[in-house]
């Protein structure tokens, strides 16, 4: 099969951010945010769903503009301003990665296997038709139910 070499880059540049999010999420979890300890909003089905969607939109996006960037340029290397914009950007990952119940994972491999969770989720999303926000319970909704936990329609996803 022979592939033009725009399909190629745009392959090339895929790969690229996927790499870039698998390696950069633990490093730039030490680095850029204010309040580390601070919990994703899981309040609600709602709030996790569109949280983690919106984190993870903006992740692929920034990065995205980063590669473009890098990707015109004739550099070996990043300069130093795209790193810092690339940490900034994957330092997020871990606020999706926060959306997920890692108890079950053994704490050595839980930086690895959350990245690898949260890349899978959202690579599982994508191709599925996701109901309106507007849809998903929130936190009221979820109050007056009498079920503690939500399913994503179609799937077995849920949401305790």
């Not at 204010?34 to 769903?49: E, F, Q, V």
């Not at 300069?79 to 997920?100: D, V």
């Not at 109901?131 to 849920?158: V, Y």
Request: no cysteine; aromatic share 6%.
């Amino acid at each position: 099969m022979d592939m033009k070499p725009v399909g190629r880059r745009a392959n090339y540049l895929g790969a690229a951010v996927l790499i870039g999010l698998l390696f950069g999420f633990s490093y730039a979890a030490k680095s850029a945010d204010l309040n580390p300890l601070r919990p994703a909003d899981t309040s609600s089905p709602r709030a996790t769903l569109q949280g983690f969607v919106e984190t993870m939109d903006e992740i692929y996006l920034g990065m995205t503009e980063v590669i473009n960037s890098y990707a015109a340029s004739n550099r070996l290397y990043l300069t130093p301003e795209q790193r810092r914009n690339q940490l900034a950007i994957l330092s997020n990952g871990f606020k999706a990665a926060r959306t997920l119940d890692t108890s079950q994972i053994l704490p050595v491999l839980r930086d690895t296997v959350a990245v690898e969770r949260v890349l899978q989720l959202k690579e599982t999303l994508d191709r599925i038709e996701l109901p309106s926000f507007d849809d998903i319970p929130d936190r009221e909704a979820m109050a007056r139910s009498s079920a503690k936990k939500w399913r994503l329609p179609g799937t077995a996803i849920t949401n305790k």
